[in-house]
């Protein structure tokens, strides 16, 4: 099983980035995948996922800024960020849970992106 993040970096306030969570070793439409993101000194924080029929769920702070979709032909899950505040800086995760809805235990994960949001 792994979980590949992708597409962090260095954004201005109020820039855009869009990460990517490339699956493999699974059945991807068994899963729901999570994005995570844990800031320095602070405790992991769940902030999205995407369930198996495509449903979808944004936590507060994110909600109207950040959208999850997901891509099965290519295994993949998407997190789009738009304008992007200093207090989204972090290190972002995406794991995956076996069944059909978004929970709070995940069964694997992925080594994370770097995601900063500075001027």
């Known amino acids: 099983v792994q979980l590949v993040e992708s597409g962090g970096g260095l954004v201005q306030p109020g820039g855009s980035l869009k990460l990517s969570c490339s699956a493999s070793?699974?059945?991807?439409?068994?899963?729901?995948i999570g994005w995570f993101r844990q800031a320095p000194g602070k405790a992991r924080e769940h902030i999205a996922c995407?369930?198996?029929?495509?449903?979808?769920f944004l936590s507060t702070p994110v909600s109207g800024r950040f959208t999850i979709h997901k891509d099965r032909a290519k295994t993949t899950v998407y997190l789009q960020m738009d304008n992007l505040r200093s207090d989204d800086t972090g290190k972002y995760f995406c794991?995956?849970?076996?069944?059909?809805?978004?929970?709070?235990?995940?069964?694997?994960w992925g080594q994370g992106t770097q995601v900063t949001v500075s001027s």
């Open positions: 995407i369930n198996d029929n495509g449903g979808t």
């Open positions: 070793g699974f059945t991807f439409d068994d899963y729901a």
């Open positions: 794991a995956a849970v076996r069944g059909p809805y978004c929970q709070d235990d995940y069964d694997y």
